[in-house]
């Protein structure tokens, strides 16, 4: 059974670190680019980060930048996001999906960042950032 399975969440404060971990079951990541994407309440799912397949190339989304890190352990099947100085509006359910191709298919607009065209997703894990 392929599937993405998200960890990691939880509540945390303002200004405070949290690792989610995406782990991939019945497939392997090697040939996958990994994005992690979130979605807030009354707002759309949008994108936060993309990895590349080969883990060469990352790319992250504006409100992120330089607070979150995504890396790749394809020895454990694992993608990470690695998320420092959380603020209150990062709280989301963060997703984890994954593609068949070298890099997320992304489009970015005024409106954000949104990978589409994903072969699988996790069913989230839920981060509460509290001010």
């Known amino acids: 059974q392929l599937q993405l399975v998200e960890s990691g969440g939880g509540l945390v404060q303002s200004g405070g670190s949290l690792r989610l971990s995406c782990a991939a079951f019945?497939?392997?990541?090697?040939?996958?680019?990994i994005g992690w994407s979130r979605k807030a309440p009354g707002k759309e799912r949008e994108g936060v980060s993309c990895?590349?397949?080969?883990?060469?190339?990352?790319n992250y989304a504006d409100s992120v930048k330089g607070r979150f890190t995504i890396s790749k352990d394809n020895t454990k099947n694992t993608v990470y996001l690695q998320m420092n100085s959380l603020k209150p509006e990062d709280t989301a359910v963060y997703y984890c999906?994954?593609?068949?191709?070298?890099?997320?298919?992304?489009?970015?607009?005024?409106?954000?960042?949104?990978?589409?065209?994903?072969?699988?997703w996790g069913k989230g894990t839920l981060v509460t950032v509290s001010s």
């Open positions: 019945g497939f392997t990541l090697n040939n996958y680019a």
């Open positions: 990895i590349s397949s080969s883990g060469s190339s990352t």
């Open positions: 999906a994954a593609v068949h191709s070298p890099i997320c298919p992304t489009v970015k607009n005024t409106s954000g960042t949104y990978y589409h065209g994903m072969d699988y």
